[in-house]
């Protein structure tokens, strides 16, 4: 497998984005090692709150939540899922499947030895952060789903979906920073749109980015849909609180808190919100208040 590493040069200086670089080398059985870059802030001791970013982002997402969260006394971890941000990049679309990015970070949360897991999930961050709840919910304690879901191939697909999936593939250019200002309510300096594109120093870098879209499964006999709908017969016993803090204003998402709400039995009793004046990245648009509610929530666990 040809990997590839993005300088250390490309992420020098970033705004709002001062942390060292952690990593776990993490493999698919039988496969290579790849690096895994991860930030980790706050009491080692304290409870984790694992934060799971998506398409076409990274952990720089969620750095308006890492402080807050770090400093009311919990272990923020943020990773970036290999071909994003700091992590290994496979040179090969054909290397990136559901199934290897499940297994990349199944084998980061086990190397860390994760438990009393405070998921917060976004956009990828629940396609794959939802299928470690339903294989290992003793290791979850709780999770914050926000503009996320776990398809099984039975939902409809949304005009939006379907747009970003062909556009994803057509464009010569995939431009990571306006594909994010295109998810955003707010405008984003051109400071955050090159963090954003830091990873991606050329188009080689970008097969998984590239690939994301077409791995989500849209028709119920797809093979990684199969494996959801088994994953979804153990969500459905999943009784441990469950809150859904979806943004209003993304046309992607859109209606899946609802379900996710009525299907999962620990989002029965919880707090669900929604976040005013956020986009699909409501990590950028509304930061702050999303962590609000993730530590509001947090509280209230044992």
């Known amino acids: 497998m040809e990997v590839l590493r993005t300088p ?18 993490v493999a698919q059985e039988g496969a290579d090692e790849l690096r895994m870059h991860y930030v980790a802030e706050g009491p080692t001791k304290g409870r984790p709150v694992l934060m799971l970013h998506g398409e076409p ?27 994003f941000g700091r992590s290994d990049k496979p040179a090969s679309l054909d290397d990136y499947t559901y199934a290897s990015h499940d297994s990349w970070l199944e084998a ?16 990828w961050g629940g396609l794959l952060g939802l299928r470690l709840v339903a294989k290992y919910p003793e290791r979850f ?25 062909k556009l994803s593939q057509d464009i ?13 309510k707010s405008k984003l300096s051109e400071q955050v749109l090159a963090a954003y594109d830091a990873p ?29 709908q088994k994953h979804w017969a153990a969500l459905a016993k999943f009784d441990k609180p469950f ?8 046309p992607i998402t859109r209606g899946a808190d609802r379900f996710l709400q009525a299907a999962i039995p620990g989002a029965k009793t919880a707090p669900h919100t929604t976040i005013k004046g956020g986009g699909h990245f409501l990590q950028e648009d509304r930061g702050p208040e999303l962590a609000r509610v993730v530590l509001d929530f947090a509280g209230t666990l044992q």
Not at 11 to 20: C, D, K, M, N, S
Not at 63 to 78: D, F, K, L, S, V
Not at 204 to 227: C, E, I
Not at 243 to 250: E, P, R
Request: with cysteine.
């Open 57 to 83: 982002s990274w952990s720089y997402l969620y750095r308006h939540m890492i402080p807050m969260i770090a400093e009311a006394g919990y272990r923020a971890i943020a990773p970036d899922l290999i071909g």
């Open 8 to 25: 250390d040069s490309r992420f020098e200086g970033l705004p709002g984005y001062p942390y060292a670089p952690k990593y776990q080398n």
């Open 141 to 165: 304690d709780a999770v914050v789903a926000a503009n996320t879901f776990l398809p099984s191939g039975r939902e409809p697909v949304s005009d939006a979906f379907k747009a970003w999936q």
């Open 243 to 250: 809150l859904t803090a979806f943004s209003d204003g993304d």
């Open 200 to 228: 991606f120093p050329d188009e080689s870098y970008k097969m998984a980015a590239r690939k994301f879209p077409l791995l989500v499964p849209t028709t119920p006999d797809a093979p990684d849909a199969v494996a959801n």
């Open 108 to 123: 980061f949360v086990m190397a860390l030895d994760l438990r009393r897991i405070l998921l917060v999930c976004q956009d």
């Open 172 to 184: 010569p250019e995939f431009d990571v920073g306006r594909v994010i200002q295109g998810g955003c």
